[in-house]
């Protein structure tokens, strides 16, 4: 089994070890960069080095087993318990080796057969789940208008779900790349903050009231702020992070008091998995124009030159795709 390795330092190594026994085994077909991965590439997460990256990734099972068949897709899910009493759920590409890799053993229950679903949208399993946790959390009643504040893909897909669920997405962003996706997606209002104000823009979409719900993710680009200064009186905010992810977020809370705001946060999703694949059964996401760029991994050095310069630029603007050939 050979696996691809961030070392912390800017560096990929290769590791080969023995395949593992135990487990469906699987050859993993595409992999997934998230925002995580790319911190962890730089070094600006604390773990045990060298880390092989990567919880998202669609596969082909290589060996026929009780349930499945040789050379079926199949989805991988990231999180497990090792036994029924652990609290939480560990997670591959962050507690254990991830998926960027070219075979690997998993638990039955970590697999999900893509039946009815394509693999390009198939990837996007977890950001998918993230969307729902957020609008589990934040409840959302019909005619809501919800201030998405960031355009980067997750941002896009939930967009995209407020508008299932009869909701009205704004999405601020600074990235006119990523706010026309937003659009081609079925979002009608997106702001650009870098070219007129987010507040003023929000006050006259809804007619003075300002927006019930907010959302905020801690990798996005973009000044925290906007997800308290956009709600009205009385609106709900939620924050999605990853709890070992990069740096910190500032955010005045003052709005919180003066406005009687309710503030969540969410790092856990992995009870929306399920939710997920319903949704991408259903085909209601419009999902083919988040990925800009498909790299195989043979090509190392086109890979360590993109996060390089997305770890400098400190943004995420696309959903880059790792072909394992």
């Known amino acids: 089994m050979k696996l691809f390795q961030f070392t912390g330092d800017g560096e990929i190594v290769i590791v080969e070890k023995s395949k593992e026994s ?8 595409k992999a997934l960069l998230s925002p995580y991965d790319m911190h962890l590439f730089s070094g600006k997460v604390k773990a045990n080095y060298p880390v092989t990256p990567c919880h998202m990734a669609t596969a082909i099972v290589s060996e026929d087993n009780e349930e499945l068949k040789q050379g079926q897709k199949v989805i991988l899910n990231p999180f497990y318990k090792e036994d029924e009493d652990a609290q939480d759920h560990l997670i591959y590409g962050k507690d254990i080796d991830g998926f960027l890799c070219d075979f690997i ?6 697999i999900i057969f893509m039946q009815d679903i394509k693999e390009d949208d198939g990837i996007f399993l977890c950001y998918i789940a993230q969307a729902i946790a957020i609008l589990d959390s934040l409840k959302p009643q019909k005619g809501d208008y919800v201030a998405v504040v960031g355009a980067s893909p997750i941002m896009n897909i939930l967009a995209q779900l407020v508008l299932y669920y009869q ?6 962003g600074n990235n006119n790349n990523l706010l026309n996706k937003a659009r081609d997606n079925g979002v009608y ?11 003023q823009r929000v006050l006259a979409i809804t007619g003075g009231r300002l927006a019930e719900c907010s959302v905020y993710m801690a990798s996005e680009n973009i000044s925290s702020n906007y ?8 609106g709900r905010a939620v924050v999605m992070g990853v709890k070992e992810g990069a740096g910190r977020s500032e955010v005045d809370i003052s709005a919180v008091y003066k406005k009687g705001l309710t503030l969540s946060g969410i790092t856990n999703y992995a009870g929306k998995i399920d939710g997920a694949v319903n949704i991408l059964m259903q ?3 419009k999902l ?19 996060l390089t310069q997305w770890s400098a ?12 050939t």
């Open 313 to 324: 630029d400190s943004g995420f603007y696309s959903c880059p795709i790792i072909k394992i």
């Open 22 to 29: 135990e487990g469906v085994k699987v050859k993993i077909s």
């Open 227 to 234: 997800m308290l200064d956009l709600l009205q009186e009385g």
């Open 288 to 306: 083919d124009n988040l990925c800009d760029l498909v790299i195989s991994i043979e090509e190392l050095d086109k890979v360590k030159e993109m």
């Open 105 to 110: 053993s998993l638990p039955h229950e970590n």
């Open 283 to 285: 085909g209601i996401l």
């Open 167 to 172: 909701g009205i997405p704004i999405v601020i």
């Open 189 to 199: 209002y997106t702001i650009n903050a870098t070219a007129e104000s987010p507040f």
